[in-house]
């Protein structure tokens, strides 16, 4: 290809994928989302805001991948070909999308109101065109595989652990939930990128491409987003998990000098929103007694004494009143995946490993680890 060649981006994204869709955002989606993946019943808006940054972030550059990869095949669009291609070395992602390329293919059929054993017979012959996206994926997959590994992958049944994993969590999150809670958690469950299209294409900003993504290419990008996000709430859950200090554990004091920044600098900001707190408040100055009242001996100090233990005590009252008030605020969300945790979840995933480590990944060239390919 020549290097002179009009990049398929016509707008040039920045290394923080915000240049574009500023004005569309998901964040509130995102909270809906999280809750329903393990996290807080309230999760914290900056973690979402985060979360969609680093969700934007990789699919902006995904799709700047596959708009190369269309544009080397000499395409108009970007198809689904282009994404399976860039899916086709990670072997449990790529049988994941497959599965959600059936899924879709068969909540299709359903719509359309076909009966059971037609949809049986579709899923064998795999000739029908409510099998347009089995069909594409399968095509296109025996095009490139050498060794029969990837066109394995339509036969293979095997567990997804990660999958059972989610729906253990979700399970064990919905025991203490009542009818009110489970029916907000369901109706979080149901929430997707691709329920909304438009919004999806505005905030990918899709019309500035030069090459777009066709309608099922869309589908691919909205279920990796979803999948991006609840990746994101695995590897935090994990974080979190890991920085809770374990008694007799040698290797609790090994933490990310990453992490105590973050957290040190997310404390520092919890107590400077608290500054009346008892741990921000000194203790007060006391007071000399007067020279009157030397002469009066233990009554004189006694009545001292009982006048101050009753300031004392209302100072110590309103002291509790306001502790209980910030430990309020700061418990409703000592629960929720905090800022740090993403960071660290990051950090974590895309450190490299080993003398090969740079070769272990089809995204290393770019300098990202992708999360959900």
Request: with cysteine; glycine share 6%.
């Amino acid at each position: 290809m020549n290097n002179t060649a009009a990049s398929p981006m016509s707008t040039a994204t920045s290394s923080s994928g915000r240049s574009t869709g500023k004005s569309t955002s998901f964040a509130s989606e995102l909270q809906s989302m999280m809750f329903s993946l393990g996290d807080a019943r309230r999760p914290l808006h900056e973690t979402a805001v985060l979360v969609e940054d680093v969700v934007h972030t990789q699919l902006i550059n995904l799709l700047q991948q596959a708009a190369e990869v269309s544009q080397l095949r000499g395409a108009r669009v970007i198809s689904a070909e282009d994404l399976l291609f860039l899916m086709r070395k990670d072997k449990k992602k790529l049988r994941r999308l497959l599965k959600y390329m059936f899924f879709r293919d068969y909540k299709s059929k359903i719509v359309k109101g076909i009966e059971e054993d037609d949809l049986l017979e579709d899923k064998l012959s795999s000739t029908n065109n409510t099998n347009k996206r089995q069909k594409i994926a399968q095509d296109f997959l025996n095009s490139i595989d050498q060794t029969g590994e990837l066109l394995a992958m339509f036969e293979d049944d095997e567990i997804d652990e990660v999958k059972q994993e989610r729906m253990e969590r979700a399970e064990r999150q919905t025991r203490i939930m009542d009818s009110a809670q489970y029916a907000e958690f369901c109706e979080s469950r149901q929430l997707s990128f691709s329920k909304k299209a438009s919004k999806f294409r505005d905030w990918l900003d899709c019309s500035s491409m030069e090459i777009k993504p066709n309608v099922i290419a869309m589908e691919i990008l909205a279920y990796l987003a979803y999948e991006t996000v609840a990746q994101l709430v695995d590897l935090a859950l994990l974080v979190r998990q890991d920085m809770v200090t374990k008694a007799g554990d040698p290797f609790s004091h090994a933490i990310s000098a990453t992490f105590i920044q973050y957290h040190s600098s997310a404390e520092g900001s919890c107590m400077k929103s608290y500054p009346d707190s008892p741990e921000n408040t000194p203790p007060p100055t006391p007071t000399a007694p007067s020279c009157g009242s030397q002469h009066s001996g233990k009554t004189t100090l006694g009545s001292l004494g009982n006048g101050n233990a009753g300031q004392d005590s209302a100072k110590t009252k309103q002291r509790k009143r306001k502790k209980s008030t910030a430990a309020g605020g700061v418990e409703a969300h000592s629960d929720a995946i905090q800022p740090c945790h993403i960071r660290e979840a990051m950090r974590r995933y895309g450190h490299k490993i080993g003398p090969l480590s740079p070769f272990t990944s089809a995204y290393r060239r770019s300098g990202m680890a992708f999360l959900a390919c």
